[in-house]
Structure formats: structure tokens, C-alpha cells
């Protein structure tokens, strides 16, 4: 299996601008996590999917920021305006849900700047 | 406020010493895991242990769990260059898929 892939692996946008991040989650995973990393405040939670219908948004900062997973093998998060202080390594990650493990995988990244 | 605090926040110590990196955490856990990621990459999975188990080994590496102190330890024996990384613990409680993470501790291996 490929893993968890997500694109860009970078992204680098002005102020005011639409950004969106994809993740295709690893093959027949029912879980889908968004989480945004800075040096300041860790690893953050944004939004989580299970069977493709967000479960908890609560960690989503702002009306701003959006997630969807129109099916099993894709979601989106788009910021729209962007602004610096969203510049953060955003992660996405897969598990089985129902399993009593709940192991996550992660993509690589993306990495924004919003200058 | 993070549910998992790492302890400590970075260490330093010489290849082939032994590397002790701390966990607690506040609520109920069903399980708690550890995770490493490298510069630059994502989180990947090293351990889970059970809420009802206390000692784990998968080779270099030794998780113990105290429930009743809302702890963990991650030990990684006779470290190598190859280890330098952060490392995250995360726990999951019963009812829902998502793990809360720690802060992480900053492993740095000097040759």
C-alpha cells in the first residue's frame, strides 16, 4: 500500500488567498483525521470523518476552514481567506475504525506559508 | 490543554546509552501508543499498550503503563544516530477514533 499521500507537499500563498490541501487515506481505512502542527501549540486535532461524515470539527480554528470527504478515498481542507497565522504543517491521517487499536498513519505533510 | 505531557522536552544523550521519555495524561484511556517522527515527515507508529497491561517490548523499545498515576515511559535501549527524532505519546479513550497527543520529547543521539 502507498500510505497515506497527501498534496502539495508544500504551499506557499499571500494573505487573502483560497488554499486547499488533499489526502487520499490508505485503502478500505474508515477514518480520516486533519491535524496542524506549529512550534507553538503542537500537534492540533482540526476535524475528524468516520465512514466519510465528520464526527468532531471542534478543533477547526474558524468559520475559515473547511474539511469534506465526498467519499472513502479523498478529503479536502480548504482555508478561505488565508492568513499568516495559519502558515503550520498540516498532517492527515487514516485508521480502521472498529478495531480496537485505532493505530493512525500519516501522510507526509504539507506545508504552508501564507505570506 | 494537551491531554498527554511529555517529559522531558528534549534530551540529549550519547550513542549506545539507554533514552527514558515520560507520558501522563488526565483521563480514562482505552490505550495509550507512542509515535516518532523524523524531521520533516510524519508520525509514525511505534507501540500501543492496553489500558489493562503494564509492560510492553517490541525490540529496542519498552513502554510500561501506570494507570493509576495516569502515566507512561518509553525506553529505548542502547540508542543509535538512526533514533534521533520526536517522539509523541498518544492516548485513546473508549467511545470515539481519535488519539489526543502529547507535546513531545526531542530526542537528539550524539555519535
Known amino acids: 500500500d502507498a500510505g497515506v499521500i497527501q498534496s502539495p507537499r508544500h504551499e506557499v500563498t499571500e494573505m487573502g488567498q483560497e488554499v486547499t490541501l488533499r489526502c487520499k487515506p490508505i485503502s478500505g481505512h474508515n477514518s480520516l483525521f486533519w491535524y496542524r502542527q506549529t512550534m507553538m501549540r503542537g500537534l492540533e486535532l482540526l476535524i475528524y470523518f468516520n465512514n466519510n461524515v465528520p464526527i468532531d470539527d471542534s478543533g477547526m480554528p474558524e468559520d475559515r476552514f473547511s474539511a469534506k470527504m465526498p467519499n472513502a478515498s479523498f478529503s479536502t481542507l480548504k482555508i478561505q481567506p488565508s492568513e499568516p497565522r495559519d502558515s503550520a504543517v498540516y498532517f492527515c491521517?487514516?485508521?480502521?475504525?472498529?478495531?480496537?487499536?485505532?493505530?493512525?498513519?500519516f501522510g507526509a505533510g504539507t506545508r504552508l506559508s501564507v505570506l | 490543554s494537551q491531554q498527554g505531557e511529555e517529559d522531558p522536552q528534549a534530551l540529549s544523550i550519547q550513542e549506545g546509552e539507554n533514552a527514558t521519555m515520560n507520558c501522563s495524561y488526565k483521563t480514562s484511556i482505552n490505550n495509550l501508543q507512542w509515535y516518532r517522527q523524523n524531521s520533516g515527515r510524519g508520525l509514525v507508529h511505534l507501540i500501543l499498550i492496553r489500558s489493562n497491561e503494564r509492560e510492553k517490548h517490541s525490540g529496542r523499545l519498552r513502554v510500561t503503563l501506570d494507570t493509576s498515576k495516569k502515566s507512561s515511559s518509553l525506553l529505548i535501549t542502547a540508542s543509535r544516530a538512526a533514533d534521533t527524532a520526536s517522539y509523541f505519546c498518544?492516548?485513546?479513550?473508549?467511545?470515539?477514533?481519535?488519539?489526543?497527543f502529547g507535546t513531545g520529547t526531542r530526542l537528539t543521539i550524539i555519535p
Open positions: 498518544a492516548t485513546h479513550a473508549r467511545g470515539n477514533e481519535k488519539l489526543t
Open positions: 491521517a487514516s485508521s480502521l475504525a472498529g478495531e480496537s487499536k485505532n493505530i493512525q498513519y
